[in-house]
């Protein structure tokens, strides 16, 4: 693949979803910001599908055109890329790691614990997790964060496809609502994936790119620390 060439098609621009998470981890894959990274596009390559002008090499004739399906549910291609990002930022020589990381949303805009400051006491005193707020976590040091953790904790979503980077047979916590999507994570990744079920509060209808997806996506949780405990034990986490 002759990466000079290679377009990378983006979901809408301006977006706060866009703005916050998707460009900044886009530019992270770009010559321009990457200089290290072997598969590296231009900047310029990156076009969204809200764009009012598409580049040249957009409209011409190609002779293969490949579109995979969802590719965060796609074993062959995601675990493939992400094992090779895994190879290409593993570092030896780092220290800061630990066998319990809480990956905490309280820095997020939704979908955050209304107790949190309880819970994460409750987590890094009685049970060793290390907290970390991945906004603060550069790609290269996130990698070897989770790629060393034995047990992962965090609020289900999109940011669960992190636990790609655990090693085979580790244990993935999401705290969740009891209507949330759900995603193959341990036939992805052969780890086990363990939900545990949290209250809603704020509770907020939302409407979504495809439509209304009810009320789990924006709303923030309340985690009951004694049946988390529970569960900690019925998943054999001492």
């Not at 957009?58 to 291609?77: E, G």
């Not at 939704?110 to 906004?135: C, D, H, I, P």
């Not at 009891?178 to 949290?198: H, Q, R, S, T, V």
Request: hydrophobic fraction near 40%; charged fraction near 25%; charge should be negative.
């Amino acid at each position: 693949i002759n990466f000079d060439e290679l377009v990378l098609v983006a979901p809408i621009r301006n977006s706060w979803q866009f703005n916050q998470y998707i460009y900044p981890a886009l530019l992270s894959l770009t010559q321009e910001y990457n200089k290290d990274c072997p598969f590296a596009i231009k900047k310029e390559n990156i076009i969204c599908v809200n764009d009012a002008k598409m580049p040249q090499k957009m409209v011409i004739d190609v002779n293969n055109v490949f579109i995979p399906t969802q590719v965060k549910c796609n074993k062959k291609y995601l675990v493939d890329a992400m094992e090779q990002l895994r190879a290409l930022y593993y570092d030896e020589n780092f220290s800061d790691g630990c066998d319990r990381i809480y990956k905490s949303r309280a820095k997020s805009a939704k979908r955050f614990l209304v107790n949190e400051s309880e819970f994460r006491e409750f987590l890094e005193s009685k049970y060793g997790f290390k907290t970390l707020y991945m906004e603060e976590v550069s790609f290269k040091d996130k990698i070897n964060y989770l790629s060393r953790a034995k047990i992962i904790l965090s609020l289900d979503g999109t940011s669960i496809m992190n636990y790609g980077y655990m090693k085979s047979g580790g244990k993935a916590i999401a705290l969740r609502s009891e209507n949330f999507a759900e995603y193959p994570i341990d036939y992805l990744f052969g780890i086990e994936f363990l939900p545990i079920i949290c209250e809603i509060r704020d509770a907020k209808d939302t409407d979504h790119m495809d439509g209304f997806v009810g009320t789990w996506w924006a709303s923030n949780l309340y985690a009951d620390i004694d049946y988390v405990e529970e569960k900690f034990k019925a998943y054999g986490i001492d």
